[in-house]
């Protein structure tokens, strides 16, 4: 290795990463630095860098870079050397014994993208003991903890997650999904105790517990598409149940809101598989689970925060995401008395959300509602439905004309008045589908509700007579009209 070639390279890096740097040095040093990555010995100058712990994180950052595009460039000619080998231990070396324990996330997942780079080239034909080294890797410390787990996520997401845009070939993926599978019955375990340990250490406020579990829910989330549907609630290792705890943790950390997001969708995730007459006891108890869960969330009253809202907004796709996949399933055969209080749990977290403020929730659950109405077993759910809520919550949003300037949650969700105005319309659309199944069922009912509104807009209400025309006439936006248009189509239906 060449030492001037060294320093040149460090100049080089500082004069791209200097705000001070005229413009003909900024490109002058792009130039070196794009020629230097030609060269085919740039690895082992980049891996020397790399050793060196204390150096800044942009000079450590581009050495990962160097080393990432000689992998991308290289790696297929050298694969079945001793030199595959040798780079692989260099990285894997750096990764356990030359990082500080506050590295920033950028640099974090630059070094993850190289090592999961080798391994989606090399494992598990070329590298089949993958396992031991990163479980070796893993038993450092927390930081190589999550970044193992982080390794995994990225192998097992561009293996599931990105099939139609993947740079795998489709033999590869294959070949990695097979010792992934080989390899799972040693690491679920293992990503399941630390969870345990981690959220330990959490409630006693250690620093880095956070990322920790943060990276194992991210990781767990590209398994739970693909691995067996028994595995993820093993009585000795649940971790839907670890899942539905980190929902409500009761712990304050910065990452709280991240960990409840992933948590939610690893549940997303679950419920969205096929469990087979053959595990419908394992669907029964895991649901169970998840809804004690959620029921201890606050889900009611006002939202005027985003963070609120988006964590509402993943916690409505769970139970959505069981009404799709699992309610058919669920009514399929007669109901045995273990399925009723799965269902009446469902229906009534289903019915908290659908009348959440916020529309777009509510209207992402139609597709549950038109389903549960239509079903042959809508009789045996009645019961457990609270009809006249359904029905204040319907009318109460399909009349609903308000705007963003007069609704926090409206105007967390839309931009402006146009924005809101053009999704309403087609939520009312999407809400008289499901109003229209509750007239079928209680047209007295029905009668009564629009009978009441009609009245109350028309005598009591002041917008009953807004947005007139210059002959005091109702226009298309008064709401008296509106009110009188949704009532009379409902009335044909």
């Avoid at 993850?112 to 450092?140: E, G, N, T």
């Avoid at 398994?223 to 839907?240: E, Q, Y």
């Avoid at 319907?394 to 926090?408: G, I, R, T, V």
Wanted: hydrophobic share 45%.
């Amino acid at each position: 290795m060449d030492p001037h070639v060294y320093e040149q390279v460090l100049r080089a890096v500082d004069v791209c990463h200097a705000g001070s740097s005229a413009q003909s040095e900024r490109d002058a040093a792009y130039v070196y630095c794009e020629a230097f990555q030609e060269r085919l010995d740039c690895i082992q100058y980049a891996f020397y860098l790399l050793q060196d712990a204390s150096r800044p994180f942009h000079h450590r950052h581009f050495a990962l870079h160097v080393v990432e595009t000689w992998i991308r460039k290289h790696w297929k000619a050298c694969s079945a050397t001793e030199d595959a080998v040798t780079y692989r231990a260099n990285i894997l070396t750096i990764m356990a014994s030359h990082l500080n324990a506050d590295e920033p996330i950028f640099l974090k997942e630059k070094l993850v993208k190289v090592v999961s780079d080798i391994a989606k080239r090399s494992f598990p034909q070329r590298w089949p003991d993958m396992l031991d080294h990163l479980m070796q890797i893993w038993s450092v410390g927390p930081l190589q903890t999550e970044l193992v787990m982080l390794v995994f996520r990225s192998i097992a997401e561009d293996c599931v997650s990105s099939t139609f845009n993947s740079t795998i070939p489709p033999a590869r993926r294959k070949d990695l999904l097979q010792g992934l599978n080989a390899s799972f019955p040693v690491l679920f375990p293992r990503v399941y105790r630390e969870l345990e340990l981690q959220y330990t250490r959490l409630q006693q406020q250690d620093a880095h517990a956070a990322a920790v579990i943060l990276a194992g829910l991210q990781m767990m989330k590209e398994f739970l598409d693909w691995m067996p549907v028994t595995t993820p609630a093993a009585p000795d290792a649940n971790f839907i149940a670890v899942a539905g705890l980190l929902l409500h943790p009761n712990i304050d950390t910065p990452q709280l809101l991240a960990m409840q997001i992933v948590a939610a969708e690893c549940l997303e995730e679950y419920f969205s598989r096929s469990f087979g007459k053959e595990h419908m006891a394992l669907l029964h108890q895991a649901s169970l689970t998840c809804w004690s869960h959620l029921a201890a969330l606050s889900l009611t009253g006002p939202v005027d925060d985003a963070d609120t809202l988006l964590l509402h907004t993943h916690i409505n796709r769970i139970v959505v995401s069981w009404g799709v996949h699992q309610l058919d399933d669920v009514l399929a055969d007669p109901l045995p008395s273990t399925t009723l209080p799965v269902l009446q749990s469902f229906l009534s977290l289903l019915q908290t959300l659908f009348n959440h403020p916020s529309a777009l929730l509510t209207e992402a659950q139609v597709i549950v509602w038109l389903n549960v109405l239509k079903h042959a077993s809508c009789a045996t759910l009645l019961p457990y439905i609270n009809v006249p809520a359904l029905w204040t919550t319907c009318l109460d949003k399909y009349f609903k004309l308000h705007s963003p300037d007069n609704d926090d949650t409206s105007a967390l969700e839309f931009d402006d008045r146009d924005a809101y105005n053009a999704f309403y319309g087609n939520f009312r659309g999407r809400l008289y589908g499901i109003l229209r199944l509750l007239v079928q069922k209680q047209p007295a009912a029905a009668l009564t509700h629009l009978h009441d509104r009609l009245q109350y807009v028309l005598t009591v209400h002041a917008a009953g007579r807004d947005n007139l025309d210059d002959l005091g006439h109702c226009t298309d936006t008064t709401t008296a009209h509106i009110y009188h248009e949704g009532t009379h189509s409902i009335e044909l239906s």
